[in-house]
């Protein structure tokens, strides 16, 4: 299916503007990128309380959150971990998304502004993803937990399932994974597409996997790329969604029939007509709108 008339719209603005291709740009040049295409969401739906917290890090430092806390009684606590290939984002660019999540889920949503590469390599944004997750068991006890993010940020929701599995950690009610990055082949049919080169190519991917992880020989480790894992039995039922003209398409619904096969209650939609980034640009594709129904959808079916 051909991409929508919105997003065809969008990437030709885009193009008007006469920028480089992502994998050509400094690391300060993409995040300028990052906070414009931001910008673009507009202001979210107010929220009853907002609290800017600070995080303790496995390692003795901190990183800064931002919680976000509706209208009523929380229903329960979801985490979100922005994407950016673990080297972009900042909690400003994705508090809109944010706010649509905690105003259509009834939940307080706790946004990690995690240390990025090149300045934090792997494995800091796994380990802060982590600690969020302690950090709001222990702050909002008898809450339902749901992790949930986008393309890196789907990974690390990922790989903190595996680890509160392993370590018997925090419980966690559901994984939201929005096209997740799972492994670390570049050569899977979803690369390859010539149509599929569009926010993200596969020139991007290997810019920010050469950020985060340099090292290809860690590249396979479960905690970077949860597809590797030797046994996805006993995580938490997940929501898996995919774009249909993304260079993740593969890998993340891969990482859905894996769970399947695991047992693992799983659903999956493909967004046919989406590209890569579809979800984060609150009101400005319609997709993005679709996708956030489904997961206020699947988080109330899971909280019932």
């Not at 995690?114 to 702050?139: G, I, N, S």
Request: charged share 25%; with cysteine; glycine share 8%.
């Amino acid at each position: 299916m051909a991409l929508d008339h919105a997003t065809t719209d969008f990437l030709k603005q885009l193009a008007d503007t006469g920028g480089k291709p992502l994998h050509e740009m400094t690391v300060a040049e993409a995040r300028a990128l990052g906070t414009v295409l931001g910008e673009l969401s507009g202001k979210g739906p107010d929220m009853a309380r907002v609290e800017e917290a600070t995080i303790p890090a496995e390692d003795g430092a901190t990183f800064p959150a931002r919680v976000l806390v509706p209208a009523g009684t929380p229903r329960g606590v979801l985490l979100y971990f922005h994407g950016g290939g673990w080297v972009l984002g900042a909690l400003d660019e994705f508090d809109t998304l944010a706010r649509e999540l905690a105003a259509r889920t009834g939940c307080t949503v706790v946004l990690p502004d995690y240390r990025l590469a090149p300045e934090h390599r792997y494995p800091a944004a796994a380990r802060d993803a982590y600690a969020t997750l302690r950090w709001a068991a222990a702050r909002m006890p008898g809450l339902p937990i749901i992790v949930a993010g986008d393309s890196a940020g789907g990974n690390l929701s990922a790989v903190i399932a595996q680890r509160a599995r392993d370590e018997n950690g925090p419980g966690i009610a559901l994984q939201v994974l929005v096209y997740p990055v799972t492994d670390c082949d570049f050569d899977r049919p979803s690369y390859l597409a010539p149509e599929n080169q569009l926010m993200l190519t596969r020139d991007a991917m290997t810019w920010f996997w050469d950020h985060y992880v340099p090292d290809p020989a860690q590249r396979a480790n479960p905690d970077v790329a949860p597809l590797r894992a030797a046994d996805l039995s006993g995580l938490p039922p997940a929501l898996v969604l995919t774009a249909e003209h993304d260079v993740l398409r593969d890998e993340g619904e891969e990482y859905a029939e894996r769970l399947r096969q695991a047992g693992v209650p799983v659903e999956l939609r493909r967004f046919e007509g989406q590209m890569h980034v579809f979800f984060t640009l609150v009101n400005v594709l319609p997709g993005s709108a679709a996708a956030l129904d489904l997961i206020a959808e699947a988080v109330e079916r899971r909280l019932e």
